[in-house]
């Protein structure tokens, strides 16, 4: 009973569970934060709380959410497990880039498609700035190529450049999806040890629904301080 208050507790944070333990892959660059809140329900009996000892690996294994669902690889974001559309953006741009000119139309347009229904079904650990900045920037060289394809007097030089704008700003997002994920790592972590903390200590002679309440709010105030 006492071991499942700590898990239901942060099963209410939990994302999409996937595998990568790697927190290393990438740089951290700016201060912007995962903000996750924790929201818990108070136990109907708190009969001996003041005795549980939430450990550390009791918490870590609910840690994996947002880090396991990102695959990342040099750096990138390589995968996002559940989040399909991100991978068919990517396969659409290739597509394009090495379209013939008398088929970039119809390749275009699914590359508009797709990329507005990633817009649109962007997972709620990622709508964060770095994350939603750089899709804007998707957007505007989409936008930039769309616009000059209906220009007569843009020539080839330029329209590849378009095609080559639009996909290093893919590459840029996968880059701060990575770089977000790295920096949810961090402040899980530090989170985590603040809640222990509040949680397990008995010294405040405070019940277990107060420790509770300041456990959250520590938890809660972890993740949103980066």
Do not use: H
Not at 14 to 20: P, T, Y
Not at 51 to 66: A, C, L, N
Not at 180 to 205: T, V
Request: net charge negative; glycine share 0%.
């Amino acid at each position: 009973m006492k071991k499942n208050l700590i898990i239901a507790a942060f099963a209410a944070t939990a994302l999409i569970a996937c595998k990568n333990d790697d927190k290393t892959d990438d740089d951290l660059t700016d201060d912007n934060a995962m903000v996750t809140e924790m929201d818990m329900d108070e136990p109907a009996d708190n009969t001996d709380m003041a005795k549980t000892d939430y450990t550390q690996p009791e918490v870590s294994k609910m840690q994996q959410d947002f880090a396991e669902a990102v695959e990342v690889k040099d750096g990138k974001a390589n995968n996002v497990k559940g989040w399909m559309i991100y991978n068919n953006v990517n396969d659409d741009i290739k597509m394009l880039t090495s379209a013939k000119p008398d088929a970039r139309m119809t390749s275009a347009q699914k590359l508009r498609t797709d990329f507005n229904e990633l817009r649109n079904t962007l997972p709620e650990y990622l709508n964060v700035r770095r994350v939603r900045r750089a899709i804007d920037k998707i957007d505007a060289r989409i936008t930039n190529y769309e616009e000059d394809v209906l220009d007569t007097d843009v020539d080839e030089k330029r329209t590849k450049k378009n095609l080559e704008d639009i996909n290093d700003a893919y590459i840029n997002l996968s880059e701060q999806i990575a770089k977000a994920r790295e920096q949810y790592i961090d402040n899980k972590e530090d989170a985590i040890e603040e809640y222990l903390e509040e949680i397990n200590d008995i010294d405040k002679n405070m019940t277990y629904e107060e420790r509770l309440r300041d456990a959250r709010e520590e938890y809660n105030e972890e993740m949103k301080q980066k």
